[in-house]
């Protein structure tokens, strides 16, 4: 229902601009940087040409289009809007000084709703930086492309609440080679909510996982249904801020007094197979380790490293409760440690956290990786790529690639490291292998993905 | 609702709560038919902290002290007094159900006390839930070692999963008529789970 939405035939920019600082401008600008390939008409009364886009000056001069962006303040959306929504299928107005506002903005977007409603219109927003799909290249954000960095096509859709907050974390994401399918700010959400969406990204193959930033729930009963439904099929998470204040007489009792913050919000995420996230590091690492990694059926863990104290940090991550995540180290079978020891790295510890030392080289990791895909009291694999020792080189991207798609058991990876780690982050990001660039962070990834675990276990019962 | 109907209520619904009777006169003090040691309540919807405005009388061992008892508070409070037989021992729970603004209804669990008030730790669910949920919420808060046999005390954890799976279907069957809820404490035992005080809000009509 949302497919001319995000891969829409044709565009129109209600508001275009021949000033480079207006959004109106560089929605244009956008458009044509990112290879939009359908057809775009821009609508400003002066007429002329914008970037090499034939300006219309009037509305009624175009054609019907899937999708108009309307980069007007909001006064005048309201005024061109009926025209606008006879001719279009969606239409993201990007002005706010609406219903944030208060009563009266509240009511000039009603006003939009119903209209929209008249001629069979959806509206994303209006106060909203729209849509971003960098697959289609259609793209309503207002950002300075010389500061900053759009993501390229990925497999998470993005629904966020604040478009800020949305474009920040891609921005600062797409430096580590990270995508989305799909990113879309629900502003004032009069129209589209964030249940529809999360309903159709769940039905959307290009989507692995959904992750979604959320203030306050449109409704939160029928979130918990179609969130349910779709964590049966992929992952979801949710960055949920805010506080909600609770009046009223309930608020005498305890209960009441006690479920004034947003407990009853992180109770129904365990209901529904959320994954809950508290900053937008989170949001987006769990997503890539629903969507690139394989649930764990158990909490045993194996880690490989080539540094001593990464893995006596790491260790007290894994099984700490605080400032750790509760997993267990795995207890290595006889049988695969005596081969560790024997076969592959004998200058190695071959005790769980498995240190490689510095002498070890990308077969060496071959080996113990296929060792330890074969031992039954390993639940998953958590390997460290560091790249800083002479005898590893780029090939061990490709074996720890190669295990991650071939290997029975769920494999994390953690880079850590300046430039050359980046690049090797970005190899693996590639491949679709949940790699992190500290040591915590992979961690709490093992975590997700044990939780996913758990949360499939419940569905199948 | 006053605190006696809300736990006839409860008792319609299989949940256990002491047992009690309602004294309007003095002279129905003889009459009382419950085992010895007893508690006076104040019984009013308005006053929802008793303790707290001495509307609460322990430990009555007889029925001089319970006749005693029902003047005290009942020329205090004019209100008529609700006689309930004691119960002691166990783990102090906590249960209670309110209504989110997003979510709808929602049960909430934890330990009484000072685990309540001091360090907050309860767990809550949005309604119904499954006897899954009910399990979860178990483990869900910090102080769950207490649930498992803690220094010689027994808890009967079925117990509790079962009276919050037969709160969930309380609040389903009465939902738009229940503001919130307060079951505080509910004393879980070796045995049993029983509702020692409870406190509901009606819903107001618009």
Redesign the interface.
Known sequence: MFSKLFNPDSIAVIGASHDPRKIGYVVLKNLASHNYRGSVYPVNPKGGEILGYKVYKDVSEIPDVDLSVITLPAGLTVKVFEDVAKKSKFIIPIAGGFGELGPEGKKMEQKLLEIAQKYGARIVGPNTVGILIPSTGVNTALIVPERSRFPEDGVLSFITQSGALGLLTMDSFAMYGVGVHAFVNLGNRVDVNENELLRYFGEDPDTKAVVLYIE??R???EF?EIAKEVSKKKGVVVLKAGR?S?G???A?????A??GND??????F??CGVIRAYNEIELMDYGRALAYGKPLNGKRIAVVTSAGGVGVVTTDYIESNVHGVGLKMAELSEEIKRKIKEEIVPFASAENPVDMTAQASDDDYDEVLRALNEDPNVDAILVYALFQTPLISEKLVDIIVKWHKDGDKPIVVGTIGSEFALNMFRKFEKNAVPVYPTIERAVKALRVLYDRGRILR?WN? | MNEYETKMLLRRYGIKVPEGRVVEKLEDVESLNLKYPLVAKVLSEKI?HKSDVGGVILNIQNKDEAKNAFLKIHEKFSTPVLFEEMAGGGVEL?I?????????P?I?F?LGGIF??VY?D?????LP?TE??AW??LE?IRGSKILKGYRGVKVNREAIVDTLLKISRLVMDNGDKI????L?PVLAGENDCIVLDA?L?EA?RQ
């Open positions: 306050s729930f409704n939160g009963r918990m909600t609770r009223g007489k309930a005498s009792l305890h209960t009441g006690l479920g407990a009853v919000a992180d109770g129904a365990k209901q419940r019962e | 929802l906590i209670g159900v309110l209504r989110d603004p997003s979510f709808g929602a909430m934890g309540t008030e907050r309860v767990t809550f669910r949005v839930i899954a949920d979860d919420m869900d503001e919130g809820m307060d505080n406190k809000i107001s």
